[in-house]
Every structure is written in structure tokens, then in C-alpha cells.
């Protein structure tokens, strides 16, 4: 690799790679680029982008003739947000390389069932089958093999072999082989058949035709990489959800006057309004009104924040108050919600790809087939036996050397894995994941809506000595129900639940930044911070006082009631602990995990869920991008993460770690930016998750391993020139069902959550 510049002392340039099979391809392409003067470049197979690092003034265009020249296409990507970045985006099967191989998959389908089912079943061998499956099998290994032809010819001008190489020797061998056979040998003879014979003995193979070993695995391996194409096609679902919680329309102040305008047209200065109900259009500074803003969306918190003039507010947090007037500060890229979509970019390109197991496999294996086969024809001939049996010894290396079973190994496991783990509630997204949850040690929770319900609930009553709490609550609960704020909803909801039906207000007020006032029953009843009770001259006794001192310093929100001219009692208001997170955190720690709090909460309100579940280490008071640093620096210490949120302020946290695992109740964003998804709410399903998954990756593993096991036990036979189609059909169909039947064995998995 030449001297190259530091990614510092340049400017970062942006690539969309095509036609990459494999992690080893963005390795190469990589690697080619590094070696141009100045260039730094990072190449990831999995969102399929290169990030390059070059001198002020490099032409992008010498980077895409560097790519296209090693036989990968590339582009400079659509700005984001534009609409023809959105649009393409939006649909994966959009894409022609996908597109592409849906309709060589579907085609395989198709064509290959026929062939497989003549050349296995001796009963469906009518007079002319052979010809019959030469014609259904030549599209397929023509054809819907193609890809796999091509990344094989390019991997050769470059010296290396991988799980291309090896399906295309093996499927253009039987190919071929069975060509010959047909034209030149015995196997067109009409009324040939394939019997079951299992002897082991010599042969010229003039009479043996092998083209459902090449259909067969065409079809397998083009299944596999279809399903893992689309699911890397989602990659960029996080960066649109992101952008799409951002308002479309903003209603800006020209002249007093206020005017319709799309939001991409709002300049810095611009004074705009947000109603009760809106989402603010980019960050800002309030000039007047009062309000409280809801920022769960993007800090994850459940307390609304009470904002007034002069208090700075970020877009695409909804304003659930009064009417607000802000002015833009920032906009387009340089607001939170943009820098938040470049965090998740940044995190997705950044993490490493695992190489599958397969390709690695296959780098070794190729070389040594091609060995064999070689050697096995040099030795024919030289010990005097005729070209042809030569020539059938090394074709039938080839041949045995493309194992059925491969393709089924990771296919069938993914399958059932991913199936039990639907069943449970758990969505697994692709392979890569597996060797993930395989090497975690630590497992980083955000708190709220993930140990916590995410959701205010009334918690605590406590009256002034002489007031009734049912009295209390009822009065209380009637106001708040007629406000739209989470907390009074929290109030009403927990007074409803206590004490039914309650009255209607005969007199209601919002009273901004304070609280709610009216008359309920022929009481005047106000509810609300202590300042509101003190226009009122309604003040708590000392011991409520301090009473609501503990709760607050505890993290807790606490909201005065007073009526008929004295303070009666307060309501303490909190997000919950789930009840099954205690549990789950244990079973996390039975598991060999060692679990961390992340929040931007408090650090009083962290430490308090903490210990209820059983937490030791906490980090409070982080923001969203606080969360990515908190997770890099984890992993500079060496630790394997995992991270578990539900917010989108979690997204970028999510995409960082080694492994993000979503709860499925929370923000389409950061399960798109996730590895894993849990359907439930429940924290178990995470151990479920990754006890599933490690399961599964074993599972793959074993599978491989037999693949190959019976295909390297199969070679010494063929190289002697004694394997006959129905032993070599028998020993693929054995290997076969020997996989599948392992993988089935996934549908036993168990639940840790009590069914």
C-alpha cells in the first residue's frame, strides 16, 4: 500500500459500489484504492458505499475509474433529501441488481424443481428425461448462474478463489461433463436411466450426466443471495425514517402576515409559528409564547420540556402546549435531526463486516480441488488408462467438490432460526448478525421505553392532613382529563382507574408554563406547579413540602392540587420500571453479559431504576450523539457491545454497536438502524434474541461443516474414478437432508419468558 494522506488533511468523498458478492470484493476494491497517491478509503459490502479521504481538489471521477477498472461499478450518491434520493430509496426492489437477481431466482425455481425430481426419482425417467432436463437445466447454468460465472472470472484475474469460484467450476464441470455424456457418450441413448446402484467401480462416465447438481445448486445459492441482497438493500431505511420525522410545511411570519412555505425554503432569521399539536420545523429560539414540547422522538425522555422566551427548541419535537413563535437558527444539515441521519450513516459505514464463513472456506478449499482434479488426470494418464477415463476421474473432482449441501447450509438454518424467533417475537435481519451475538460481552440499555414503560403513570398520592384521596383524585383527575398534556393524561388516567367516572369541568383554563385551573362539582380547583397554588396563596405544609422535595430529587415530576382557597396534596407522576426488566437483567447476566444504563436522564432518576433492576453501572445525562461516543469508547476498551433502545435519539447508538437490538414498540428509525427487533415490549425477548441467535449460528457452522466433510470424504473416490451418479446423488442427497434435518432442530428452541 502507498504512503497515503491522513483523513484529516483532505476532504471525504462519497461512492455507491456495484456488483459486490461478497465481503472479499470490498476488500479488493479497497485495497486498489489505497493505493492511488493521497487516498484513504474505507469499502463496506454491507451498505455497499466506499468513504474516501482525498487531497483538496481530487477529480472523484479517476476514484470511479479506479473501481470500474478492477470490474465493480460506481457513482457519487444523490444528495440526501433530495427527491431522487428519497424515491429510489424507498423501494429496494427498485434496484436492477436486485431486480435482476429476483428474476434469475424465480426463473431457477421454475426450471430446476423437474430436473432434480427426473434425475432422483427412476419412476419419472421416461425415454427421452435427459434431454428433457438438458433443456429445462441450460438456462439455469447459462443463464440464472450468470453473476456467479462473472464474479468467478473477475476473482480469477485477480488470484484469488471464493465461494463464486467454487459453484461456478462445479456447476459449469457438471455442465459440461453432462454435455459431453449426451453428445459424445451414452447418457442421450433413448431409455437411459440412472438405476440405484451403490457399487463403487471404474468408469468411463460416457453414460452419466449430472445437470441437477449444477441447476440444483444455482437454484440454492441464487435464493441465499437474493434474500441477504434485500436485506442489505434496508440499510438506508433509517437515514429516511429520520428524515421523514421532520415537518414538511412551515408557517412563516413575513410581515406579521403568516405564509405556507415548503420547509427546505425556511432561511436562518425566519420567525415561524408552531400550534398545539405541530411539530417545530427546524431548531430554533422561542421570541414569545409558552409551551411544553414533547422530545421524546428524539431524547427518549417521556416528560414533556416546558419551554418559553428565549429557550432554544430542535425540530421535529412536537409542541403539545400553547402557541409558540420561534426563530429558525439552524437548518438543512446543520440541524440535530440531520447531524442525527449522519450519525447513523456514519455508524452503519463504520462497522465491521463479517466475512462469511463460506467465502473464507472456499479461498482454501478451491485451490486444493483444482490440485486434485489436476493431479488425478496427470495420474490417469500416466499409468496408460484412455483420456476419457482420465478425463471423467478429474471432471468428477469438479464435480463432488460443488456440494449440494452448501447451499443449503446457511439458507435452512437462517430459515427456522428466523422463523422460531418470529414466533417469539424476535426478528433476526441476516446472517451477519449471528456471528454478532456470538462475541458480545456487554449489553448497553437505554432506559426509557426500554427498562421503563416510556409512558407517565400516576405513582403517589399524599394529602394534607383532613382531604379525602379519592376526593383528591377526583377533582384533580377531572381537570387534568380535560388537558391534552402527557402528565395531566397520566393524572386522569391513574384518578380514573382508582376512584371510575369522574365529573366534567364547569369552568377550564390553561394556565401556560403553570398548570390548569377551573371548577369542578362547585370547587375552585387548581392543579399545577407550586408557583400556580402561590398566586393563590395556597402553600403546602412543610412536611408535603419536603415530601416533594424527596420525590423530585428522586427524578419524579410532582404536581400541586389545591381548591376552596387551601393546598390539599400533591400527585407524584413517573415512568415505571417493566415489570419483567428485573428478570431480564438477570437472565442477561446469567448469559455472560455485563449490562450498563444509558441515558440522557438524570443521574437520580437513573441510579433509582438501576437499582431497582439490578443495574451496577450507570451513564446519565448523555445526549444522542453522547450515545455514539459512549458506545466507541466501550469498544476501544475492548469490549464487544450490544445495545438495546427504542428511541430515535437510540438510533445512532443502535447502528454503532456490534449488535443493535430494538424494541419493536418504539421508533420505526431506530429499528431500521437495528440488527435485531423485538416484536414485544418485553425485555426478555432480548435474551431470547441472542441465545436464539447464537444457537442459530452454531447451527449454520455445523452445517457447513458437513457440507464440506462429506464432499472432501467423496473426492478421493472420484479422483479413482469409481463414483457412479447414483452414489454421488445419494452422498449429496445425504448431506443434504443431514442439514436441513440440523436445522429443523432450531423449531425446539424455548422461550426464557414463561408462556
Known amino acids: 500500500m502507498s504512503t497515503s494522506a491522513p483523513a484529516n488533511a483532505g476532504t471525504g468523498v462519497e461512492l455507491e459500489i456495484g456488483g459486490m458478492t461478497c465481503a472479499s470484493c470490498a476488500m479488493r476494491i479497497e485495497k486498489k484504492l489505497n493505493k492511488l497517491e493521497g487516498v484513504v478509503a474505507t469499502v463496506n459490502y454491507a451498505t455497499e458505499k466506499a468513504k474516501v479521504t482525498v487531497p483538496e481538489g481530487y477529480d472523484p471521477a479517476a476514484l470511479i475509474a479506479e473501481v470500474e477498472k478492477t470490474g465493480y461499478s460506481a457513482s457519487i450518491p444523490a444528495p440526501k433529501g433530495s427527491k431522487i434520493d428519497a424515491g429510489s430509496a424507498g423501494d429496494a426492489d427498485s434496484d436492477p441488481e436486485l ?38 437445466a441450460a438456462p439455469v447454468i447459462l443463464w440464472a448462474a450468470w453473476p456467479f460465472h462473472r464474479a468467478a472470472w473477475m476473482n480469477l484475474r485477480h488470484g484469488s478463489a471464493t465461494m463464486d469460484t467454487l459453484i461456478s467450476l462445479g456447476t459449469s464441470a457438471a455442465f459440461l461433463w453432462s454435455l459431453y455424456a449426451l453428445f459424445f457418450g451414452t447418457a442421450g441413448t433413448p431409455g437411459m436411466t440412472h438405476p440405484f446402484e451403490f457399487s463403487l467401480a471404474p468408469s468411463d462416465g460416457a453414460a452419466n450426466i449430472y445437470l441437477e447438481v449444477g441447476a440444483g445448486v444455482t437454484m440454492f445459492i441464487l435464493a441465499g443471495r437474493y434474500f441477504e441482497k434485500r436485506s442489505k438493500k434496508q440499510a438506508g431505511a433509517a437515514l429516511r425514517a429520520l428524515l421523514e420525522l421532520g415537518a414538511k410545511e412551515v408557517a412563516v411570519l413575513r410581515g406579521g402576515v403568516e405564509t405556507k412555505i415548503p420547509v427546505e425554503d425556511l432561511q436562518v432569521g425566519d420567525e415561524f409559528v408552531v400550534r398545539p399539536g405541530e411539530k417545530i420545523a427546524t431548531d430554533g429560539v422561542v421570541v414569545s409564547g409558552t409551551s411544553a414540547v414533547d422530545a421524546s422522538m428524539l431524547t427518549g425522555e ?49 462497522k465491521a463486516e463479517v466475512q462469511r464463513l463460506a467465502d473464507r472456506i472456499s479461498g482454501v478449499f478451491v485451490p486444493i480441488v483444482i490440485v486434485i482434479a489436476v493431479v488425478a488426470l496427470g495420474g490417469w494418464l500416466g499409468a496408460g488408462f484412455p483420456v476419457s477415463a482420465a478425463f471423467t476421474a478429474a471432471v468428477a473432482v469438479l464435480v463432488i467438490a460443488c456440494p449440494c449441501a452448501l447451499g443449503l447450509a446457511t439458507p435452512t438454518a437462517l430459515l427456522v432460526g428466523t422463523g422460531r424467533g418470529a414466533q417469539m417475537g424476535v426478528l433476526i435481519k441476516g446472517p451477519e448478525v449471528l456471528e454478532s451475538t456470538r462475541r458480545i460481552d456487554t449489553v448497553v440499555l437505554d432506559k426509557t421505553g426500554t427498562v421503563t414503560s416510556g409512558r407517565m403513570t400516576l405513582v403517589d398520592v399524599v394529602v394534607e392532613p383532613g382531604t379525602d384521596r379519592a ?30 367516572t369522574l365529573p366534567t369541568p364547569e369552568d377550564f383554563a390553561n394556565v401556560e408554563g403553570k398548570g390548569v385551573q377551573g371548577i369542578v362539582d362547585g370547587h375552585a380547583v387548581l392543579v399545577g406547579r407550586i408557583s400556580l397554588l402561590a398566586e393563590w396563596s395556597q402553600a403546602l405544609s412543610p412536611e408535603l413540602a419536603s415530601t416533594k422535595a424527596l420525590a423530585e430529587g428522586e427524578g419524579k415530576t410532582v404536581v400541586a392540587v389545591g381548591w376552596d382557597g387551601q393546598a390539599r396534596g400533591i400527585l407524584v407522576v413517573a415512568d415505571t420500571v417493566k415489570p419483567s426488566s428485573a428478570e431480564a437483567i438477570a437472565e442477561l447476566k446469567a448469559i455472560g453479559l455485563t449490562p450498563i444504563l444509558l441515558t440522557g436522564d438524570n443521574d437520580a432518576v437513573a441510579r433509582r431504576i438501576a437499582a431497582e433492576v439490578g443495574i451496577s453501572e450507570v451513564i446519565a445525562e448523555v445526549l444522542p450523539k453522547d450515545k455514539v461516543d459512549v458506545i466507541t469508547r466501550l469498544q476501544r476498551e475492548g469490549k464487544i457491545v450490544a445495545m438495546i433502545g427504542d428511541g430515535v435519539n437510540d438510533a445512532p447508538a443502535l447502528a454503532q454497536a456490534d449488535l443493535g437490538i430494538a424494541m419493536g414498540t418504539g421508533a420505526d428509525v431506530a429499528i431500521d438502524a437495528s440488527d435485531i427487533t423485538l416484536v414485544r415490549g418485553d425485555l426478555r425477548s432480548a435474551v431470547d434474541a441472542i441465545r436464539l441467535s447464537r444457537r442459530t449460528l452454531g447451527t449454520i457452522k455445523t452445517n457447513l461443516f458437513w ?3 462429506y464432499n472432501v470424504a467423496a473426492i478421493p473416490v472420484a479422483a479413482l474414478g469409481m463414483l457412479n451418479p447414483m452414489l454421488a446423488g445419494a452422498a449429496m442427497a445425504l448431506s443434504s437432508v443431514f442439514v436441513v434435518g440440523n436445522s429443523l432442530r432450531l423449531r425446539g428452541f424455548r422461550s426464557v419468558i414463561p408462556r
Open 99 to 136: 431486480r435482476s437477481l429476483r428474476n434469475r431466482l424465480i426463473g431457477a425455481v421454475v426450471l430446476t424443481v423437474p430436473v432434480i425430481a427426473m434425475a432422483m426419482i427412476p419412476a419419472l425417467q421416461f425415454t427421452y428425461w435427459q434431454w428433457a432436463s438438458l433443456a429445462l
Open 302 to 350: 417521556a416528560v414533556p420540556v416546558e419551554v418559553a422566551e428565549g429557550d432554544t427548541v430542535t425540530g421535529a419535537t412536537t409542541n403539545v402546549g400553547g402557541r409558540l413563535v420561534v426563530r429558525a437558527t439552524r437548518i438543512g444539515s446543520d440541524t440535530q435531526l440531520a447531524q442525527m441521519a449522519q450519525l447513523v450513516e456514519d455508524a452503519q459505514t463504520g
Open 471 to 500: 376526593e383528591l383524585l377526583r377533582l384533580a383527575g377531572a381537570l387534568e382529563d380535560a388537558s391534552e398534556h402527557p402528565i395531566a393524561q397520566a393524572i386522569a388516567k391513574g384518578a380514573t382507574q382508582e376512584v371510575g
Open 707 to 709: 457440507a464440506f466433510a
